[in-house]
């Protein structure tokens, strides 16, 4: 399928790696022009050239996505993208009596109002032009709570509260704003909330891994690749008529009927 976007540009935040990277690849792939993003410049440089061998001018920028500078840095490489893709890392896992206001704090920082920063700032010329699509990244714990996972339970409420909003605002401009949330998917993120669950249990990582794929219907941890055409496909020209969305990419694991 064309899916019409080739000579767009496009911003993926925290895109080096994982599900970020998935939906750059993705977008590479229908010829869209990329700023990524990611901390550690090693990784995001290669990601780049990588990505690049798909024909598209694709430029880093190694910059923290949750503060104001990381966020001016990106937005300077292109202040006024077709797509945005709004992704950053998740918080720590821990006990709902863990966590203090700094904690919550830093949550809300990367899972909520960044990607809120980054809308209100490219939304303003997508309108403009009349196309636009964003697509935050986020969690099934936004329709199913993770117990572990209190602070992304919280923050990606938060967004979710603001996109149901906003979205409904931009669409008549012909813009669009919908949610991906992942379950598990096969990243360093899964393999790192692999390894708690292999700590707090005395488990080995392939007992840890079975046990959690096991609470999957598909059987499986996502891919990126699965992911990043989802993302791809909601940032097409087909898909102007998907607004304000949540998008559940789970495996079947949020035993929901709607
Ligand atoms: P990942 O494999 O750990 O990759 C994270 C990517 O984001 C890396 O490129 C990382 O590069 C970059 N990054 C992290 N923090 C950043 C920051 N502050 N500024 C800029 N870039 C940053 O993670 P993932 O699995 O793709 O997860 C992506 C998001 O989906 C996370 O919010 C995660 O909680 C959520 N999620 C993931 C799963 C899953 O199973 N994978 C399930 C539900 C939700 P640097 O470290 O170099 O910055």
């Known amino acids: 399928m064309d ?3 080739k000579g767009k540009t496009a911003i993926v935040c925290a895109a080096s790696k994982g599900l970020g990277r998935g939906c750059a690849e993705a977008l590479a792939q229908a010829g869209v022009d ?3 993003n990611a901390r550690s410049i090693g990784p995001l440089e ?3 050239v990588e990505l690049a061998r798909h024909g598209v001018s694709v430029t880093p920028v190694a910059a923290d996505i949750t503060t104001n500078e990381g966020r001016a840095a990106v937005l300077a490489a292109n202040p006024a993208p077709d797509i945005l893709v709004n992704n950053a890392g998740g918080p720590p896992p821990g006990m709902w009596s863990d966590w203090e206001r700094e904690d919550f704090i830093k949550a809300l920082d990367a899972n909520m109002l960044a990607p809120i ?3 209100k700032a490219t939304l303003p010329a997508m309108m403009e032009r009349g196309w636009g699509r964003v697509v935050n990244i986020t969690s099934q714990s936004v329709k199913s709570p993770i117990a572990v996972l209190g602070l992304s339970n919280s923050a990606r409420a938060g967004l ?3 996109v149901a909003g906003t979205a409904r605002q931009v669409a008549g401009a012909g813009v669009t704003i919908n949610n991906l949330l992942p379950g598990i998917h096969a990243t360093d ?3 790192s909330l692999d390894q708690g669950v292999m700590a707090a249990q005395g488990i080995t990582m ?3 891994q079975a046990q959690r794929a096991a609470t999957i219907p598909a059987g499986r941890y996502g891919t990126p690749d699965e992911f ?3 993302c791809a496909f909601l940032c097409s020209k087909h898909a102007g008529f998907i607004v304000g969305q949540n998008i559940l990419l789970d495996g079947g694991a949020v035993n929901a009927t709607l």
Request: charged content about 10%; glycine content about 12%; overall charge neutral.
């Open 228 to 230: 990043g055409a989802m």
């Open 117 to 119: 920063a980054m809308m």
């Open 206 to 208: 392939e007992q840890a």
């Open 3 to 5: 899916l019409g976007i």
């Open 46 to 48: 290669q990601a780049a």
């Open 160 to 162: 979710t509260g603001y």
């Open 189 to 191: 993120r899964a393999i």
């Open 34 to 36: 990329l700023v990524i």
